[in-house]
């Protein structure tokens, strides 16, 4: 189709498509006019109730001139094919605005558009025209706010039965948006588009259709003809309390008991009362108790959002989201309660929180009593060294003495503990890490070694004045001897040797007493043979050399 040219007007580009046609976007090849045209399927050119349905379309919108119904220029029936050729209309179909740009209108938006619609209606029913297909998807909303009705196919004109191509206990129209009397087959007049405008006007102030979700035509049917549609405050608390009764009015199951024309409507959403009017019977659930049930949704709706968001906040505290269990629990049970955005919206955070926290919860609690960082099988909680691996309360201990290494002096050898882990094997209380004789016992103040007892006499060197002669504790461990200092015959040895000190003076006189010139002991000179020797006076000694501590004989 793209190229072709229709009563002048060559087809740019495809708008969009329907059940029985497709719409294209057209410009006039001499002027500067854009222009919409409807084309019929070609395989229903052959379908002669469609094409009657075609023209009955071109009929009614030719019969129709209103700002806010979209108006046809010229209608061209060839061996081409049948096109309808109709004013171009930039927007955007007023079920996309909602679920797109507003979501549930607030009333400042909502009402003027409808006011455009009802106006639009009350106009086209005046000249006796019934769209019967009202619906979201057939008005459009300009970039202005304008709006703009569209598709007349299955519109009839009453009293014309030329025109009236459904017979009675034929349904037409989108199932969501039809009267009950249009469910049923009954015959319809106006006031059926006036229910299908109600629906039209719910879906704007709540933001969905009150039928949504609902997967049979038969569960449609039935709740259309016998069940009262949900309290719009319910779905969306931000709906204006005067709405409500409009709404249920216009929704009544009794045609009767509806508005009797738009204009009757308009008036009504003018004077934001339905004053003056008989109370309409019961279409909306509690209808008669809108202010309190309205009220206690509310509450329920904010009380299940508020504590929700608090849910959530709490559930990422560890130790404390406890606290968002309980919070959680109360959004998602009043969340329950309601039926409005607020209440669905609080439902899910308490869900939410609800997962976290409890995901939250056990991972704390596996952190605190599970979680062995090093891998030792010491969880972290009862280990004192978390991050090093061993065997000891979680530490390592590599001589296995029981003495972690940390506290361990001597971290590869097994000791005692009371000896910072070090071993003492003689037992002298210096550990053998310090200690110069390990096997032997020995002060500490000399390593850890025995004082040496040269003579063997049981007094160290160091204590022992005579260290190399084996003497009596009581004479400082020199021997107790009377020793025979006298002669017999001048020029004659003594009976006992006396030992030889380099230090003593060489005279050749008998019994003189000298001293060592270096230690200033006391010594006897003596004759013999051999020399001159000295011993220290009342002692002897045994052989060794004079080193001026000790005189010995040679």
Not at 365 to 391: N, Q, S
């Amino acid at each position: 189709m793209i190229g072709k040219i229709i009563s002048n007007y060559e087809i740019k580009s495809l708008i969009g498509e329907g059940g029985m046609g497709s719409v294209y976007l057209a410009h006039h090849t001499q002027v500067s006019r854009r222009v919409a045209i409807k084309v019929l399927l070609p395989q229903y050119l052959k379908n002669q109730e469609i094409r009657l349905r075609f023209r009955n379309e071109a009929s009614m919108m030719a019969h129709l001139q209103h700002p806010n119904i979209v108006s046809l220029f010229d209608y061209v029936e060839d061996d081409s094919g049948m096109y309808l050729i109709m004013e171009f209309v930039e927007g955007t179909p007023l079920d996309e605005y909602i679920a797109r740009v507003t979501g549930p209108m607030p009333e400042m938006k909502a009402v003027p558009i409808m006011k455009q619609i009802l106006d639009a209606f009350d106009y086209a029913h005046s000249q006796k025209v019934v769209h019967r297909d009202i619906k979201p998807a057939n008005i459009i909303v300009g970039s202005e706010g304008k709006v703009k009705i569209l598709d007349f196919g299955i519109a009839r004109i009453i009293g014309e039965g030329g025109h009236n191509l459904t017979k009675t206990g034929t349904q037409m129209g989108t199932v969501f948006y039809m009267s009950p009397e249009q469910v049923q087959g009954k015959k319809v007049d106006h006031r059926s588009d006036i229910y299908s405008l109600g629906v039209t006007f719910y879906q704007m102030v709540t933001g969905i259709n009150p039928y949504k979700g609902i997967t049979t035509e038969y569960e449609v049917y039935n709740k259309i003809v016998n069940d009262t549609l949900p309290n719009p405050k319910e779905i969306y608390p931000g709906v204006p309390d005067y709405l409500i009764p409009i709404i249920s009015k216009a929704l009544n199951k009794n045609a009767e008991d509806r508005f009797s024309d738009c204009k009757e409507f308009l008036q009504a959403l003018e004077n934001r009362t339905l004053a003056g009017y008989s109370k309409p019977k019961q279409s909306i659930a509690n209808s008669s108790k809108i202010s309190s049930s309205s009220n206690s949704s509310d509450n329920s709706g904010t009380g299940a959002l508020v504590l929700g968001i608090l849910a959530l906040i709490f559930s990422f505290v560890p130790f404390v989201n406890f606290i968002s269990l309980v919070l959680g629990v109360i959004a998602v049970i009043l969340g329950n309660k309601g039926k409005s955005s607020q209440s669905n919206a609080g439902k899910v955070l308490g869900v939410i929180a609800l997962i976290i926290s409890v995901v939250i919860l056990f991972t704390s609690f596996y952190l605190i009593y599970f979680k062995d960082t090093d891998g030792d099988g010491v969880a972290d909680k009862h280990d004192e060294c978390p991050w090093v691996k061993g065997t000891l309360r979680g530490c390592p201990d590599s001589d296995n003495d029981g003495v972690k290494n940390s506290e361990d002096a001597c971290p590869y050898l097994a000791g005692e503990k009371s000896h910072f882990g070090c071993p003492d094997s003689d037992g002298d209380g210096v550990y053998d890490n310090q200690d110069e004789c390990a096997n032997e016992e020995g002060p500490n103040e000399n390593n850890g070694c025995p004082w040496p007892d040269s003579d063997y006499d049981g007094i160290p060197d160091k204590d022992d004045q005579c260290p190399y002669e084996s003497g009596l504790i009581d004479n400082n461990g020199c021997p107790n001897q009377d020793i025979d200092y006298g002669y017999e015959n001048e020029g004659e040895s003594y009976t006992t040797y006396c030992p030889f000190c380099s230090a003593v003076w060489y005279l050749d006189e008998y019994d003189k007493m000298w001293q060592c010139s270096n230690c200033y002991k006391d010594f006897f000179n003596c004759y013999k043979s051999n020399g001159e020797y000295g011993a220290i006076k009342g002692n002897w000694v045994g052989d060794g050399g004079c080193d001026c501590n000790n005189c010995t004989d040679e």
